[in-house]
């Protein structure tokens, strides 16, 4: 009799002891999965709170934007008195594409050259460029300005053409920098085949390696003009801004639309505030669809990041 | 017929100015002070008109400067590129930036609201500046309050206090003995004041200078007028526009416009206390008078806040255009001449819509002469005589 | 062929077989793109060299450092022959320029590490791709345009709880000078907010390449032994990255110093001095260059300008070559 009650409570205590030697790592185990669900739940929130931002700031400048955006605003000029309604950002929008197309034209061939030099040739001094080139990226545009305005304004005065030279000093090491990177990823295997037909190195490079990069080197140029098209502060110090002309002689003051933007934004006349929102709607506009552009081109992209 | 289309102006001027053309914000109003308002306080007959149109001017002119006479020059331009051709490009960075760049070259006309420093003519070495008045400014008490409208009262003395930061909120017992009518509410005054060098700046705290003891006393004997000064409180903000549209973000603000802004924007501006005692309320007849009696033969002071006219609205300035007489381009001289001579004539009717004051005969008289000084290569460009 | 990250650095295409007898035009070909490389480096130079020349009548006058130990801005108070006190001190735009930027990597630095960990290794899949190109667009919105809205909606929607941290923390003793009111909308954490949200989308693309070449073994590793995903993340994703992760950070750093337009437009733009208050308005040393660089006619106006600009400059570089050292060692070592 005695054999089976000792065997029962043996088996219990047995069990009991278990249960106690598992209710530790059980307790913890719960206790980092709840750790892994909430943190996930973080990060899920912290994505989504970034997003939303994103979609309040869009929003808020469609909502204020949309109402005065109009064919009549993509085709006038602002009116004279700042306090009536109506009129357009036609001198921005013109302005804005012939600045930054100049800068591109500027910007684009040394950015590839170099680009060819830091990855084809390299050595030492390509090593130099290299590190150089990424730190110029994080140059406050601000300072390009003052350059632009020291060595050229004071001498010739306030023009586009000074704010193409500005934006151009801007672009070219975001472009070199893209460039470099595709042509990173041009595989080497071609290079040598073409080597080893007698092709010429400047041959190879011109005729198999940058069409091969082609669609990357686009992108890259592309997020370019799209970071230049929203500089603001080098222009102010540059081009000075016409507010009421529309003006196509580079020669001259010419205005870009962020720094319409920029002066009708921080005036109290709610005409020239709505102005600035429509002006807001249609920048973004053009950035976005840069930047979307560019990242549907076929073939590889430069990292982002910039 | 000349003369009939300038009286139908001046009469369609004075009908707006009677049918108080500019809305009121809603709350609690105190009674302008001033009667006169309603004409423009100028006599465009006695205009010297002599200049013809000169020939061969260049197609667009490259300018920038005070913000104070911002919507005056943008609307000058307008009008003018319409009616002669010449694209004035104007940008209102301030009178500083006005006096150098226009000293630098980098552009062909400067506008300033405050005589050059003698520092300043320095640096033109040896060539010489011509400062043109083309028009009368008025600087306004503007301020933002729930509830309080237009009309609000100051004297010389509470607003250099109110600038200088010892008195800080609106019932301060200063204001209400002021404002007798007026509920003022219990709320901090945020001061608003320009960023950049600004002639606005100048002619306010000049006048704040001559009246008010306590912003001489807080500022610096010496250190209490000018372009820029240190303020011992408030926000900044960049030209004209920034000051007002900080205004618009703040409830409890008080900044310095001209008035142009003020009434473009329908801000509550207040009436300001002149030599004379009275309350004065800014507008371009009151404007006019305190340049009663003023000509260009004396230096003239930065603000007008002296005059002894009944009416006349003290923190009036002036607005002078800077260029060299001496120009290198003949086009652009001509171009210059054109412009201002116009601006002198045609361009005084449109200053009272907007706000400004019209320039008084003498002073357009002794201005208007002026611009047969201006030379292209040595010579004279426009015909003598 | 294949490549390996030693070859993201330069690598050189080999020379021909019987190079000795060179084209001519690939000769030419060559001196062109060695004299293009050059471009950068006298941008660089020229910068320098320029921004140091404007300066040095300042930089003698008053001595060279003479305006990073005086604090206030004060033009008007310049007198050409008075050599001390120096009226142009910058203590405040560099007291504003840091301060607008920590309070910035503190929002975006955490936000910005958790972006980069949801979208690598958490989020599901199939929406990876389209939320990070949401985020990229942040980095496409325009500054004048965070500006513009920052002081329409941002400003608007801190003001109550601005004036309730200002009510509440500001009146604690010590820790209250930090918050202390009034808010007006326009000051550091307006202005010091708005830069979180440009330098969110650097921080997090930077930090996602980073992730992404943590090799998988380490991985699985340590799912294998039984730890819970975030575990995993914290154990063999962070911890090699971090040289990339801090890099990444100096990165944005380096912007959130050099911004300008958006800053200038919230910030309030006071020069006369330091006030210890978040909530207060402030000045950057952008800010003060985008006021004043064209209308400076006082004694050594636009000379002190042009020392506020070497000292952005000398800030900016610092910040970047560290951020790209260190970055590149990231890449170099996965451990």
């Known amino acids: ?306 | 017929m000349k003369a009939v289309a300038r009286l139908a102006v001046a009469g369609v001027v004075l009908l707006a100015g009677c049918a108080g053309a500019v809305p009121l914000p809603d709350g609690d109003t105190a009674a302008f002070g001033t009667q006169i308002c309603g004409g423009t306080g100028a006599d465009p007959s006695a205009y010297l008109r002599t200049m013809p149109v000169l020939p061969g001017a260049a197609p667009r002119l490259s300018a920038a400067g005070s913000s104070l006479i911002g919507p005056m020059m943008s609307v000058w331009a307008q009008q003018y590129a319409g009616q002669h051709g010449t694209r004035v490009a104007y940008q209102p960075i301030g009178s500083g930036s006005g006096i150098a760049q226009t000293i630098a070259g980098t552009v062909a006309l400067g506008a300033t609201d405050t005589p050059m420093t003698s520092l300043e003519r320095a640096k033109a070495g040896g060539r010489r500046l011509l400062a043109l008045p083309v028009t009368l400014g008025g600087v306004v008490p503007a301020y933002h309050l729930a509830g309080i409208g237009a009309g609000l009262r100051f004297d010389a003395d509470v607003l250099g206090a109110v600038f200088a930061g010892r008195i800080r909120r609106w019932d301060d017992p200063a204001l209400r003995s002021l404002n007798p009518g007026l509920r003022l509410p219990a709320r901090d005054i945020v001061v608003v004041h320009r960023a950049d060098a600004s002639g606005t700046t100048a002619v306010f705290t000049d006048y704040l200078t001559r009246g008010s003891p306590t912003w001489v006393s807080v500022l610096g004997a010496g250190n209490s007028s000018g372009k820029q000064v240190v303020w011992p409180t408030g926000l900044a903000g960049k030209g004209n526009d920034g000051v007002a549209g900080m205004l618009a973000q703040v409830d409890g603000a008080v900044g310095y416009l001209e008035l142009a802004y003020v009434l473009g924007q329908h801000l509550p501006y207040g009436q300001v206390r002149n030599r004379t005692g009275d309350f004065i309320q800014p507008c371009p007849a009151t404007m006019g008078r305190a340049a009663q009696g003023i000509d260009l033969a004396a230096d003239l002071p930065t603000s007008l806040a002296d005059s002894t006219e009944r009416d006349a609205y003290p923190i009036t300035g002036v607005t002078y255009l800077l260029l060299y007489a001496d120009q290198h381009d003949r086009a652009t001289a001509v171009a210059l001449v054109n412009f201002l001579a116009w601006m002198l004539t045609t361009g005084q009717d449109l200053a009272p819509p907007l706000g400004y004051g019209p320039l008084t005969a003498r002073l357009q008289r002794d201005t208007y002469a002026q611009l047969y000084q201006v030379t292209a290569d040595g010579a004279p460009v426009a015909p003598t005589g | 062929m294949s490549l390996t990250l030693k070859d993201r650095t330069t690598r050189s295409m080999p020379e021909p077989a019987g190079s000795r007898q060179r084209h001519p035009a690939d000769r030419l070909f060559q001196a062109a793109v060695h004299a293009a490389a050059w471009l950068p480096i006298a941008i660089l130079g020229a910068t320098v060299v320029f921004l140091l020349v404007q300066a040095w009548p300042a930089l003698t006058h008053y001595g060279p450092f003479s305006s990073l130990g005086s604090i206030g801005w004060a033009p008007s108070r310049a007198i050409t022959e008075s050599t001390s006190p120096n009226p142009y001190g910058l203590l405040q735009f560099i007291y504003g320029s840091v301060l607008t930027a920590l309070i910035a990597m503190a929002i975006a630095v955490p936000a910005s590490i958790a972006v980069a960990l949801y979208l690598t290794d958490v989020a599901p899949r199939v929406i990876r791709r389209p939320l990070a190109h949401l985020v990229d667009l942040l980095a496409a919105i325009p500054s004048v345009v965070y500006g513009f809205w920052a002081i329409f909606a941002l400003a608007p929607t801190l003001r109550p709880l601005g004036e309730m941290l200002g009510r509440t923390l500001g009146a604690v003793p010590a820790l209250g000078a930090v918050f202390a009111g009034p808010f007006y909308g326009y000051s550091y954490l307006t202005a010091g907010i708005v830069l979180a949200i440009m330098v969110l989308p650097i921080i997090t693309a930077i930090c996602r390449e980073v992730f992404a070449t943590t090799p998988v073994p380490r991985k699985e590793a340590a799912l294998a032994l039984g730890a819970t995903r975030w575990e995993m993340l914290r154990m063999a994703v962070l911890p090699p990255a971090r040289a990339g992760i801090i890099g990444a950070c100096t990165l944005g750093l380096g912007r959130a110093v050099g911004e300008t337009i958006a800053v200038t437009m919230v910030i309030g733009n006071n020069v006369t001095g330091i006030n210890p208050s978040l909530l207060a308005p402030g000045a950057t040393m952008p800010s003060v260059l985008a006021n004043e660089l064209t209308e400076a006619t006082q004694p050594f106006h636009l000379e002190s300008l042009f020392v506020v600009a070497l000292w952005l400059l000398a800030l900016a570089l610092a910040v970047n070559v560290a951020g790209r050292l260190l970055v590149r060692r990231g890449h170099r070592e996965p451990r």
């Open chain 1, 1 to 306: 009799m005695t054999t089976t009650t000792t065997v029962t409570t043996s088996a219990a205590t047995a069990s009991a002891a278990t249960a106690r030697a598992v209710a530790g790592p059980v307790r913890r185990l719960r206790r980092r999965r709840l750790t892994n669900t909430a943190m996930t739940v973080t990060l899920a929130l912290v994505t989504a709170a970034a997003v939303a931002a994103l979609i309040w700031v869009l929003s808020y400048v469609a909502t204020q934007g949309l109402p005065t955006l109009g064919p009549a605003f993509l085709t006038r000029t602002p009116p004279g008195n700042p306090a009536q309604s109506g009129g357009g950002f036609l001198n921005g929008i013109v302005g804005s594409l012939e600045i930054v197309g100049i800068a591109t034209v500027l910007a684009v061939p040394p950015a590839l050259a170099t680009a060819v030099h830091i990855v084809e040739y390299g050595g030492r001094l390509a090593r130099i460029v290299s590190f150089v080139t990424d730190v110029l990226v994080g140059l406050p545009t601000i300072l390009t300005g003052a350059l632009v305005y020291t060595i050229w304004v004071t001498r010739f005065g306030f023009s586009g053409l000074a704010g193409a030279f500005a934006l151009a000093l801007i672009m070219l090491p975001l472009v070199t920098r893209s460039t470099a990177e595709m042509l990173r990823q041009v595989p080497q295997s071609l290079r040598e085949a073409s080597l080893a037909l007698g092709i010429t190195k400047a041959r190879t490079i011109t005729a198999i390696v940058l069409p091969t990069a082609r669609s990357g080197i686009l992108t890259g140029i592309t997020l370019a003009i799209a970071r230049a098209m929203g500089e603001a502060a080098p222009l102010l110090l540059t081009t000075l801004g016409n507010d009421l002309f529309l003006e196509a002689d580079p020669r001259q003051r010419m205005s870009t639309l962020a720094l319409q933007i920029f002066t009708n934004a921080v005036t109290g006349y709610r005409t020239a505030q709505s102005r600035a929102w429509a002006g807001a709607l249609t920048l973004i506009a053009i950035v976005v669809i840069l930047t979307v552009t560019a990242r549907l081109l076929p073939g590889r992209h430069p990292r982002r990041g910039r």
